[in-house]
């Protein structure tokens, strides 16, 4: 398969992982951890021109369910905002189009937002459509070194979705749940264990609707 050797996805999970590489994308996976992100994707760009944010969501505004599709070149954080230039914007908003995502931008918090309160504060604030813990560090980095970068998401928990406590264990380096820990917090909290079902569904959903947007990143970022 024809690699695309310039253009460097980064993800939190393994298996958002393993569809950016079936895309022909390289992938660099940083597991939920914002500095060691960080350090992975400085150490890689260099080598690229062109940053992607790949994987799943949490969603913000409340229209977006399950599955959805978010196409950004525009990341917001506590402190800062980031956009691609207009050229790059365009083509973006274009792709939206064309894969029937929506567009808008993308909320890089430093912590899982766990309940809808902490989701919906989030959206009144940023206006942002939805949040995940990579795309601020991958928007810095590209601006820092002169590349474009975008955000390619599909949600998994909506903005109403509280996420029980198994779920915010910390992943393993290589972007797998700590099963051992997982199994403890349930053991713990028996009565998660509804909400987990549920949100593992919703995440497999999610996954599943990654395939399509990867492959049509291809166009996009060949044009470069």
Not at 34 to 59: D, H, K, M, P, Y
């Given at each position: 398969?024809?690699?695309?050797?310039?253009?460097?996805?980064?993800?939190?999970?393994?298996?958002?992982?393993?569809?950016?590489?079936?895309?022909?994308?390289?992938?660099?996976?940083?597991?939920?951890?914002?500095?060691?992100?960080?350090?992975?994707?400085?150490?890689?760009?260099?080598?690229?021109?062109?940053?992607?944010?790949?994987?799943?969501?949490?969603?913000?505004?409340?229209?977006?369910?399950?599955?959805?599709?978010?196409?950004?070149?525009?990341?917001?954080?506590?402190?800062?905002?980031?956009?691609?230039?207009?050229?790059?914007?365009?083509?973006?908003?274009?792709?939206?189009?064309?894969?029937?995502?929506?567009?808008?931008?993308?909320?890089?918090?430093?912590?899982?937002?766990?309940?809808?309160?902490?989701?919906?504060?989030?959206?009144?604030?940023?206006?942002?459509?939805?949040?995940?813990?990579?795309?601020?560090?991958?928007?810095?980095?590209?601006?820092?070194?002169?590349?474009?970068?975008?955000?390619?998401?599909?949600?998994?928990?909506?903005?109403?979705?509280?996420?029980?406590?198994?779920?915010?264990?910390?992943?393993?380096?290589?972007?797998?749940?700590?099963?051992?820990?997982?199994l403890g917090s349930v053991?713990?909290?028996?009565?998660?264990?509804?909400?987990?079902?549920?949100?593992?569904?919703?995440?497999?959903?999610?996954?599943?609707?990654?395939?399509?947007?990867?492959?049509?990143?291809?166009?996009?970022?060949?044009?470069?």
């Amino acid at each position: 398969m024809h690699r695309l050797s310039t253009v460097l996805c980064t993800s939190g999970l393994a298996a958002e992982a393993k569809i950016a590489r079936a895309a022909g994308f390289p992938v660099v996976i940083g597991a939920g951890d914002r500095e060691r992100t960080a350090a992975l994707v400085e150490s890689a760009v260099q080598g690229a021109n062109c940053l992607i944010s790949f994987g799943i969501a949490g969603a913000l505004a409340p229209v977006l369910r399950a599955g959805d599709v978010v196409i950004s070149a525009e990341v917001v954080s506590d402190r800062n905002r980031w956009q691609a230039d207009e050229w790059f914007q365009t083509h973006v908003a274009d792709l939206a189009r064309e894969i029937g995502a929506s567009q808008g931008a993308v909320f890089g918090a430093s912590v899982i937002l766990a309940t809808e309160a902490d989701k919906s504060r989030a959206w009144r604030k940023t206006g942002a459509l939805a949040v995940d813990l990579e795309s601020d560090v991958v928007a810095r980095i590209a601006s820092q070194a002169g590349i474009p970068f975008l955000v390619a998401r599909t949600i998994a928990d909506t903005s109403c979705r509280e996420l029980p406590p198994a779920a915010l264990i910390p992943l393993l380096e290589a972007g797998i749940p700590n099963l051992a820990r997982v199994l403890g917090s349930v053991l713990r909290r028996p009565r998660q264990i509804g909400t987990l079902i549920r949100l593992a569904r919703e995440t497999r959903m999610a996954l599943s609707a990654l395939a399509g947007p990867a492959h049509a990143l291809r166009g996009l970022v060949t044009a470069f």
